[in-house]
């Protein structure tokens, strides 16, 4: 029983590994980098602080609880994310999903005020010098590099988990398809693989949409244009963040 869910264990990997590559050459990734170049020509627009600005932003938050601050700290680390998601790239995920997901990730710590459950740094705040603030500040970045990195990776794990379960969908549809074209020397209807495999019409024809329409062995009227057959590019992300 343990070699078999060995087995079992190592195909599950297999399939997600194949899975991933599937998806990962499916993407646009052409069309991806032009909604990321966008995307940094729109953070141009946001005015960039020094660290010593940022730095008395703190002050202006944690003292005054100023809405304005907080946007501000938030904004500098929207260009910073772009550059954490570089390693991440190219491995299933477009680029636009990857900066999305890292600035949910920093507003989540940033935007809802997390580091300042920190009373180290809240002391440090409200009765430091320059130096201490600047150290909160760099302590913040830390944080919120790993909190956006973690995500990241969590991402591109599950999305190839879901890659893995697509692609043995989509196979077995497909093995069952070619064995019933060859046993009936023509191709089989959805319905009558259905009935072969023992799942519903609609399981079928889940799986011949998830295979982009790639399956050739069961007879159904393509509803998808060539054109249409790469994985659609979601709208870049938006830079604008407001607290209001």
Known sequence: AEEIQKQEAEETKQEEQAGAKQLEESLDYAEDEKYLQLYLEDLKQVDMLSDTSLAFLLMNIVEDNDKNSLELLSQSFLGKVTEWITPYRGKGVLACDLVQEGNLAMLSYIGQKQWANNYEWKDKIKEGNTQDLLEVLHG?????????????????????????????????????????????????????????????????????????????????????????????????????????
């Open 140 to 244: 913040i970045e830390k944080e919120v590099r790993e909190l956006v990195e973690g995500s990241l990776e969590m991402m591109i794990d599950e999305q190839k988990e879901v890659a893995g379960r697509v692609l043995g969908k989509v196979n077995l549809v497909n093995d069952w398809a070619k064995r019933l074209r060859n046993e009936l020397e023509r191709k089989p209807t959805i319905q009558e693989v259905a009935d072969k495999m023992g799942i519903s019409p609609e399981q079928v024809t889940e799986a011949i949409r998830l295979s982009a329409e790639a399956i050739e062995d069961i007879d159904y009227v393509k509803t998808m244009p060539q054109a249409d057959t790469k994985a659609d590019v979601p709208n870049k992300p938006v830079g604008k963040i407001s607290f209001q």
